[in-house]
């Protein structure tokens, strides 16, 4: 029997033997215009997860797909990281996050929701959830993806997270355009302050 285990603004998630993720109808948008994008993000997520599975970077298979809103993926048992990652060896770890997300970019995928909420830990890492993911050859796309989860170590793991970072970053060293991502990663984060700094003009 199904079980929802999870339930976000575009998906559900079902737990049977596999996980099922359907993606959910958004009733204020024009029927077909919802029905086309809810397939091709579906097809596009479907062919991330594909691809990855045949580059043998750790993540849960596709078993299947209506190519239109639902998705089976494998069930992948084993710890968050979000959860572990303080008790654990968490510079080796980031080291290894590190490396995989270097895989990944040097096979344009980007993922688009680079949090250790979306990695776990069964013997090796596994990353999971590539709702957002997209292929992409561009330099700023690599580092907005870094700077994202530069974000999300800094909000759910302040007491390491300047740390946890160092690591990727040395295990993304092996990324061939390691030099070019971390220039643009700079400029990505001054981009990023100059906006929080800005304050808009008030008419007095």
Not at 46 to 60: D, E, R, S, Y
Not at 172 to 185: F, H, I, N, R
Request: hydrophobic share 35%.
């Amino acid at each position: 029997m199904k079980q929802l285990i999870a339930q976000g603004a575009e998906a559900k998630l079902f737990l049977d033997d596999n996980i099922i993720k359907q993606r959910i109808k958004k009733s204020y948008r024009i029927k077909e215009i919802d029905d086309k994008l809810r397939k091709r993000r579906t097809r596009r997520e479907a062919k991330v997860i594909q691809k990855l599975n045949i580059i043998g970077l750790p993540c849960p298979k596709l078993i299947k797909t209506d190519e239109k809103e639902r998705l089976e993926i494998e069930f992948i048992d084993g710890d968050i990281i979000r959860d572990i990652l303080e008790k654990n060896d968490y510079k080796q770890l980031c080291i290894e996050i590190g490396k995989q997300i270097a895989v990944m970019h040097d096979n344009t995928i980007i993922h688009g929701d680079l949090t250790t909420s979306n990695m776990i830990l069964k013997e090796k890492i596994y990353f999971i959830d590539f709702g957002l993911s997209f292929f992409s050859h561009r330099i700023e796309d690599k580092a907005v993806d870094l700077h994202l989860l530069k974000q999300a170590l800094e909000s759910k793991h302040y007491k390491i997270w300047e740390s946890c970072f160092e690591h990727v970053l040395k295990g993304y060293k092996e990324s061939k355009d390691y030099d070019d991502v971390l220039k643009k990663l700079e400029t990505v984060e001054k981009r990023g302050r100059y906006k929080r700094k800005a304050k808009p003009f008030l008419n007095t």
